[in-house]
Nanobody, 120 residues
Framework: QLQASGGGLVQAGGSLRLSCAAFGRTFSSYNMGWFRQAPGKEREFVAA????????YYADSVKGRFTISRDNAKNTVYLQMRSLKPEDTAVYYC???????????????WGQGTLVTVSS
């Protein structure tokens, strides 16, 4: 029901925009989030956006470089990533849920992940 896309290989300092499209369900009344999992590490929170008022919240590691946004008409959430660093390399997952925020278990729906590789 959630499909993430937009990952790829980028040089350090570059930009990528990830997309998360929802199918079969309207996510306009759900909070949406992005998480990532680097090789050998636990999955971690990246960013979240509320269903109303588009209030956003970011992990300290990406604050000022990443921007989460949503287009409810397109049932899609975006993660604009700028000034990418090698440590941003990970599989990025989108998630949705009425009570979702910065913790994995708060989310009910998950996308399959898209790989972002940042070369130095």
């Amino acid at each position: 029901q959630l499909q993430a896309s937009g990952g790829g290989l980028v040089q350090a300092g570059g930009s990528l925009r990830l997309s998360c499209a929802a199918f079969g369900r309207t996510f306009s009344s759900y909070n949406m989030g992005w998480f990532r999992q680097a090789p050998g590490k636990e999955r971690e929170f990246v960013a979240a956006i509320t269903w109303g008022y588009d209030i956003t919240y970011y992990a300290d590691s990406v604050k000022g470089r990443f921007t989460i946004s949503r287009d409810n008409a397109k049932n899609t959430v975006y993660l604009q990533m700028r000034s990418l660093k090698p440590e941003d390399t990970a599989v990025y997952y989108c998630a949705g849920g009425p009570r979702g925020w910065s913790i994995e278990r708060e989310y009910d729906y998950w996308g399959q992940g898209t790989l972002v590789t940042v070369s130095s």
